[in-house]
C-alpha cells in the first residue's frame, strides 16, 4: 500500500497511508491528490500539503466560519476566498440569516474534483442560492470589487503558490476596504510552532492595516505542529469584544449544532499561548 508523504516542512511530516487514491493529478495551478485513509477518511492534499480530511474538517471549518459570523451579530454578506472543498461554505450557509456569499476559488478544478471525491466537505452547499461562485485570484476580486461585507473569510493554502499573494499588506487592505463598518476578516494564518514567520509578518501587516486585529486558535490534528492560528482583522474592536453571554445567546439563537465550536471555546481561542504573544510582539519590533 502506497503512503502520501506531505512535504510542507524539510525534515518532519506526516506519512498517510493510501487505502484507495481517488484522484490524482495537475490542475492548471496546482498538483492535486484525494485518497481514503482508514483513519482519516477522504483526504485532500495540494501541493505536497494535507488541506483537509474527512476526520477532523470540523474543528478547521466550525471556527473559521461561527468565530466570526457569531462575534458580529447581524451578518447578512460574506466573502470567500479560497473555496476548494467547500467546507468553509457548507458551514457558513447554516446561518439562516445571512443573505448573500460570494466564493472567490483561483482553481475551478479543486472544486470540481472535491464535489466528486470529497462529497461530505460541502454538501451540497455550493448548490445553495445564496451562493455566487467567482473562479478569480482573491487578491485582484479584492482590489477591483464595488462590493462590501460583513465577513470576509480567507480560507486558502499556505503561502506558498497561488495562495502567497493572500497574506500580503496589498489584500489586507483590500480586504479592509471591503469590510462594513463592524466588518471582520477572519483568516487561516498556519502552524506557529512550524510557521513562526507567518505569524510575526500577518501581525506586522495586519497591524498596519486594521484599527482592531489579533489571532484566535484552535488545534487541527492533520495540520502537525499544534495549534493553528487564525488572522482576525476589523475596522472595529466590537465584534472581537462580544461579551460570552452575548456568544452564548446567538449560538443557541443560531440553532447550530456543531461538533467542536460552542460559546466557551469561541471565547477561549483568543487567549494566545505565550509563544504566540511574543512571536506577535516580534512584530513591533521589525523596523
Ligand atoms: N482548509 C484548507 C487549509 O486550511 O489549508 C484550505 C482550503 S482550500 C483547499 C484552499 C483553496 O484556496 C484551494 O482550493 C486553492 O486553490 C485556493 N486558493 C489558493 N490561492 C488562491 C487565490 N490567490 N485566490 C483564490 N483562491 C486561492
Redesign the pocket.
Known sequence: MADYLETLYPGYGQRLQIDELLYEGHTD??HLVIFRNALLGRV?A?DG?V??TEADEFI?HEMLAHVPILAHGAVRKVLV?????G??VREIVRHAGIAEIVA????AS??ELCRTHLPLHSAGALDDPRVRLVI????DFVATTDERFDVIIS????PI???A??FSREFYRNCQRCLNADGVLAT?NGVPFLQSAELTDTAQRLAGTFTDWGFFHAAVPT?IGGSMSFGWGSNSGKARATELAVVRERFAQSGLRTRYYNAEIHQAAFALPQYFLELIGAAHKVP
Not at 104 to 107: G, L
Open positions: 495551478q496546482q485532500m495540494l500539503v488541506q483537509t478547521y476566498i479560497g473555496v476548494g472543498d467546507g468553509i472567490v476559488e483561483i482553481d479543486v472544486i478569480a485570484d482573491g487578491l480560507d486558502s493554502t499556505d503558490g497561488p495562495a499573494s493572500l487561516q495540520y
